[in-house]
């Protein structure tokens, strides 16, 4: 007999790619990793990871396993998740990971509409960028993700997660003072082609979407200075240090003395931003009331 626990430390290996690492998102031991994996294959008499220079990869019948093991844990989400409506649902503690401005933008109005609506609900609120937030969810750290679309991001039809769709925002172009294009009613994406750049660090979803947004424009930005911060970004830019694209709700209540903004001409860089369960615990009642709470926010 398989045991579901050990199907969801073959997942965080899979997803992980090193034992150390799944190990740390587990908070177990790498040993204790390593010897529920010996048990696994015990049970299914197969060989189910190779270790190798760059990591544990699965194999052919790892990858077997692993299809079944995201089914056998949505179900269990589905069964935890039905238990709990059973049980009332009425009460309980939900974690949410979001990056910065999501928090302010949906989230936080979430949690003032569930004060009314279902105060036995107490929702813990994590900064975590929209990368992350999802593995977060995946190593069972948190419980909901408002995580943005990125290169790499896990697909729409993810075995492993649900996704909601929450919002999209268009980037604008800040520039700094005394731009060329400063008096432009928009700014075209290739016409910044040969200034310095600031923008995100490699890793943060803003950082893929300015990037793509340049190639598809035709060239690659000549990022000169890195920040997540967007308000660090805007002050660099009001120093002359560089042009940026910028998520629009970003520049809410910013100060904006010396940068131009303006609106990015044609088809505007766009960051999409979704909310994301394990799949099967969007079912769960209290999850669910977070999850319509996020989606009507924004309205």
Same mark, same amino acid.
């Given at each position: 007999m398989i045991e579901a626990r050990r199907l969801h430390i073959l997942r965080a290996v899979a997803d992980h790619r090193t034992v150390t690492a799944a190990a740390a998102a587990l908070y177990l031991t790498p040993s204790a990793v390593s010897q529920q994996l010996a048990a696994l294959e015990q049970e299914t008499g197969h060989r189910l990871v190779e270790r190798g220079a760059r990591g544990v990869r699965l194999t052919p019948a790892g990858d077997i396993l692993l299809t079944h093991a995201h089914a056998v844990l949505a179900q269990l989400e589905r069964a935890e998740s039905e238990l709990a409506a059973y049980g009332s649902g009425e /009460?309980?503690?939900?974690?949410?990971? @979001?990056?910065? =401005?999501?928090?302010?933008?949906?989230?936080a109005p979430?949690?003032?509409a569930l004060a009314h609506s279902a105060p036995?609900? !107490?929702? !813990?609120?994590?900064? @975590?960028?929209?990368? @992350?937030?999802? *593995?977060?969810?995946?190593? %069972?750290? &948190? $419980?909901?993700?408002?995580? &943005?679309?990125?290169?790499? /991001?896990? !697909?729409? $039809?993810?075995? !492993?997660l649900t996704r909601v769709p929450l919002y999209a925002e268009p980037?604008? +172009? #800040?520039?700094?003072?005394?731009?060329?294009?400063?008096?432009?009613?928009r700014v075209a994406v290739a016409d910044l082609a040969d200034d310095p750049w600031i923008g995100p660090y490699p890793g943060n979803p803003c950082h893929d979407v300015v990037v793509l947004a340049c190639e598809y424009a035709g060239f690659q930005p000549r990022l000169e200075h890195s920040s997540d911060d967007f308000r660090a970004v805007v002050a660099l830019a009001s120093a002359a240090a560089g042009v940026a694209l910028v998520p629009r709700s970003a520049l809410r209540d910013m100060d904006l003395t010396g940068v131009t903004v %303006?609106?990015?001409?044609?088809? /505007?860089? =766009? *960051?999409? &931003?979704? +909310?994301? #369960?394990? *799949?099967?615990?969007e079912e769960?009642?209290?999850?669910?009331? &977070?999850?319509?709470?996020? %989606?009507?926010a924004l309205r």
């Open positions: /009460a309980g503690t939900v974690t949410v990971a @979001a990056f910065a =401005t999501g928090i302010s933008l949906v989230v979430a949690i003032t036995g609900i !107490r929702v !813990r609120v994590q900064d @975590a960028e929209g990368d @992350a937030s999802l *593995r977060m969810v995946l190593d %069972r750290q &948190v $419980d909901v993700a408002v995580a &943005v679309e990125y290169r790499g /991001a896990p !697909r729409a $039809d993810d075995p !492993r980037f604008d +172009a #800040v520039l700094p003072p005394g731009h060329r294009l400063a008096d432009a009613a %303006r609106p990015v001409d044609a088809a /505007a860089p =766009t *960051r999409r &931003v979704f +909310a994301a #369960v394990r *799949r099967g615990a769960h009642p209290l999850f669910a009331q &977070v999850l319509a709470a996020l %989606r009507k």
